[in-house]
């Protein structure tokens, strides 16, 4: 009698299993709580009378920073015909730690892509769209190298010019990121710091002062 009931519950607990393993589609239970399950949160792109742009996807609090990136740039852009804000930029740092080899040729590369086509590979101002004179351009971009003007420029004035622009330069900021255009500007200075050694340890010729007094 006991082996019979042993066998019974067996063959019970298999036929449940059997039956809970089924492809037969059955209807739910009743949810005690269908908010849980069913959420009425907003589409993150859909309309939303919440907020007054009737927009749901939000934009980042102002000055937020996205992890692995640099800090923003605090010095806004000059209104027409003011230039206290682009002179003042002179005393903004790079946030970069020295870059490696390997971030040095990322740097060439975002460089050559964007700024390339006006100053130049050489950055001597000689990029396709001037070509020597030949080109659409007709006005020679800056020559960022062997020019005591760029030279001597601060990283943080050139970081104003690409990110807002500067006379018939547009901004860059849309095409590269705040870290890369600090990338940018190192690797500019990079190849700055040997022309400005070159011609510091270029000697200075002599009056001459063998010239004939003038006679009366």
């Known amino acids: 009698m006991k082996n019979i009931s042993i066998i019974s519950l067996a063959v019970t607990l298999l036929m449940v299993l059997a039956v809970s393993c089924s492809d037969v589609k059955r209807t739910p239970g009743k949810d005690y709580m269908p908010d849980m399950r069913n959420s009425r949160a907003y589409e993150t792109y859909s ?3 919440i907020f007054r742009d009737g927009q749901t996807n939000r934009e980042p609090v102002a000055g937020t920073v996205k992890r692995g990136d640099v800090y923003p740039f605090h010095i806004a852009k000059d209104e027409a015909g003011d230039t206290a804000n682009y002179y003042a930029s002179r005393a903004v740092k790079s946030p970069l730690p020295a870059m490696n080899e390997i971030q040095m040729k ?7 892509i964007n700024c390339g ?3 130049g590979a050489k950055l001597d101002g000689n990029g396709p769209l001037y070509n020597g004179g030949d080109g659409p ?3 020679k971009p800056a020559t960022l190298v062997g020019d005591a003007k760029y030279e001597s420029m601060p990283e943080g004035q050139m970081y104003y010019s690409t990110t807002y622009g500067k006379n018939l330069m547009g901004s860059y900021a849309s095409q590269l ?3 890369e255009r600090w990338m940018v500007i190192a690797y500019i200075k990079s190849k700055q710091k040997p022309a400005a050694a070159a011609v510091a340890a270029t000697p200075v010729p002599a009056a001459d002062t063998t010239a004939a ?4």
């Open 47 to 49: 309309a939303s009378p």
């Open 106 to 112: 990322e740097a060439e590369r975002l460089y050559l």
């Open 117 to 119: 086509i006006c100053h």
């Open 137 to 139: 351009y007709p006005a």
């Open 177 to 179: 990121q705040p870290k």
């Open 213 to 216: 007094a003038p006679t009366k």
